[in-house]
C-alpha cells in the first residue's frame, strides 16, 4: 500500500492533556499536511509543513518533520472535547505529481 | 462563501448498476480531487481534474470515471459497481493547480452502499 502509517491508532485522554501523534511516510515529499476528520464529514485541513521545515506552529498545534526518518508528528496542546475526531497526514511526492497519500489515521478521543 | 458542496448525500445501488456522484468546488477553486475512503482508511486518490481534464490518475480501474464542467463542477460516475465499491466518496476542491503548497478544502462526501 502507498498509504502512509500513523500512530497509535486510537488515543483516549482527558480534557487539558495533550496528544501526540505520529505519521510515517515512504517517498521524498515537497511538504506535509494534517487534517482532521469528525465522524462521517469531510477533511479540515489543519496545518501544513514543507520538506525544508523542521517544525511548525499554529495555536495549540505543533508539527514536526524528520525528513531523514521519513516522520512527522503533530501535538495537540491543552485539548478540548471538541478535538473528538480522527487526525490524518498526508504527503505531497516531489516531481509534480498533484496526489495526496494518506495516512491510516489515529482516532482521537477527548474525554471531558 | 460557499465551501465544497456534494450530491447525493447517501446512496444506495445494486451490483453492477452504475453510479453518478456530483460535486461543486469552492469559489475561486478551479481544480477538482476525487477520494474514496473505506471505513476505517485514510482516504485514497482516485484521480484529479483541471482545466476539464483529467490530470492525474490513482490506483483505480476504468470503470472510475468522472467528468469537469467549464463551471469547474466535477462528477464521478463508476460503472458496473461492485461491494468492495462501497466507501465514502470524497470530493475536494483547490486553487490553481492544486500542486505543491495547495491545501485541499473537502465537501462532506457521498456514502456509497453497494448490496
Known amino acids: 500500500s502507498q498509504q502512509g502509517e500513523e500512530d497509535p491508532q486510537a488515543l483516549s485522554i482527558q480534557e487539558g492533556e495533550n496528544a501526540t501523534m505520529n505519521c510515517s511516510y515512504k517517498?521524498?515529499?515537497?511538504?506535509l499536511q494534517w487534517y482532521r476528520q469528525n465522524s462521517g464529514r469531510g477533511l479540515v485541513h489543519l496545518i501544513l509543513i514543507r520538506s525544508n521545515e523542521r517544525e511548525k506552529h499554529s495555536g495549540r498545534l505543533r508539527v514536526t518533520l524528520d525528513t531523514s526518518k521519513k516522520s512527522s508528528s503533530l501535538l495537540i496542546t491543552a485539548s478540548r472535547a471538541a478535538d473528538t475526531a480522527s487526525y490524518f497526514c498526508?504527503?505531497?511526492?516531489?516531481?509534480?505529481?498533484?496526489?495526496?497519500?494518506f495516512g491510516t489515521g489515529t482516532r482521537l478521543k477527548v474525554l471531558a | 462563501d460557499a465551501g465544497v458542496t456534494q450530491s447525493p448525500t447517501h446512496l444506495i445501488k445494486t451490483r453492477g448498476q452504475q453510479v453518478t456522484l456530483r460535486c461543486s468546488p469552492k469559489?475561486?477553486?478551479?481544480?477538482v480531487s476525487w477520494y474514496q475512503q473505506a471505513l476505517g482508511q485514510g482516504p485514497q486518490f482516485i484521480f484529479q481534474?483541471?482545466?476539464?481534464?483529467?490530470?492525474q490518475r490513482g490506483n483505480f480501474p476504468d470503470r472510475f470515471s468522472g467528468h469537469q464542467f467549464p463551471n469547474y463542477s466535477s462528477e464521478l460516475n463508476v460503472n458496473a459497481l461492485l461491494l468492495g465499491d462501497s466507501a465514502l466518496y470524497l470530493c475536494?476542491?483547490?486553487?490553481?493547480?492544486?500542486?505543491?503548497?495547495?491545501?485541499?478544502?473537502f465537501g462532506n462526501g457521498t456514502r456509497l452502499t453497494v448490496t
Open positions: 498526508a504527503t505531497v511526492g516531489q516531481g509534480g505529481t498533484y496526489k495526496y497519500i
Open positions: 475536494a476542491s483547490s486553487l490553481v493547480g492544486g500542486l505543491y503548497n495547495s491545501p485541499l478544502h
Open positions: 517517498t521524498s515529499i515537497n511538504n
Open positions: 469559489s475561486g477553486h478551479d481544480t
Open positions: 481534474y483541471y482545466e476539464e481534464e483529467e490530470r
